[in-house]
């Protein structure tokens, strides 16, 4: 094993699942911090002052961005579970794929580079190659990190198209290098990503347990999947609500 493979390791951090969750399947072992945490960030909620809301509801708004820079927001919960298990399989290079501006895809760049490992992005554009791509905003930032980037048709399916294309990029790495890859579905949506919104849930409804209604936005689905699953199984009636 090498010492960088060896100082990763040190980085994990043993999960520990709140009580409720402790029943649930597949509870991963560990997580990695991908952003500095700062306890007054991590909490930080904010009155949002809607002009045209009736007088008698409130509103605020969960500062997830406030957790750090380029890696923030919601994608940062799931991957520091998904990265953490990448840690362990020993895997040298993190695959996935979105969007051609993909917060998700831009964020698992710089977190897998940060880590020592090589990203590959599978970006979803009506685009021929990856030197027609340009330089604007997220691609600006994956092709800072050295990602590797690979065109798809605009409206490909995730299990048609997407997940075969990465399974396929997978092989061709491990025949080229010998080096094993983690892939990581759209918007990082999956049994293990899910746990990084239990986190959220547990962090969230003590500092403000007044709350009636969280209103997230949904793409993947696994912000929502999992503060519903946190509030099913914390018994809390607070609704959840997705666009
Ligand atoms: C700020 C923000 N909130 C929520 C979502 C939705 O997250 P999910 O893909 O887990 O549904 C996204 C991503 O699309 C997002 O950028």
């Known amino acids: 094993m090498g010492s960088k493979t060896v100082t990763l390791l040190k980085r994990l951090l043993p999960y520990d699942p709140p009580r409720w969750a402790q029943g649930l399947k597949n509870i991963p072992r560990n997580l990695i911090r991908l952003s500095p945490r700062d306890d007054d ?5 904010n009155p949002w002052n809607l002009p045209s809301i009736p007088k008698q509801f409130e509103v605020f708004i969960r500062r997830e961005d406030a957790i750090g820079a380029a ?5 940062v919960r799931k991957l520091e579970f998904l990265l953490a298990d990448a840690i362990e399989k020993g895997c040298k290079h993190v695959i996935t794929c979105g969007g051609i501006q993909s917060n998700h895809c831009r964020i698992t760049a710089l977190a897998a580079r940060e880590l020592g490992m090589t990203p590959h992005l599978v970006l979803r554009a009506n685009i021929g190659s990856e030197s027609d791509v340009g330089c604007e905003g997220n691609v600006l930032l994956n092709r800072m990190c050295g990602a590797q980037m690979y065109m798809v048709p ?3 399916p995730y299990l048609s198209e997407l997940k075969p294309r990465m399974e396929k990029l997978a092989e061709t790495i491990r025949e080229k290098t010998g080096e094993e890859s983690y892939l990581i579905p759209v918007g990082g949506s999956n049994t293990l990503g899910v ?8 962090e969230l409804l003590p500092r403000i347990p007044w709350i009636t209604d ?3 936005a949904c793409g993947s689905g696994g912000t929502v999947g999992g503060l519903c699953i946190a509030n099913h199984l914390t018994g809390s009636k607070v609704k959840s609500v997705s666009s």
């Open 41 to 45: 960030k991590v909490g930080m909620i």
């Open 71 to 75: 890696i923030s927001g919601n994608k």
């Open 154 to 156: 605009k409206l490909s």
């Open 195 to 202: 746990f990084g919104f239990l986190t959220v849930f547990e």
């Open 214 to 216: 969280i209103v997230v």
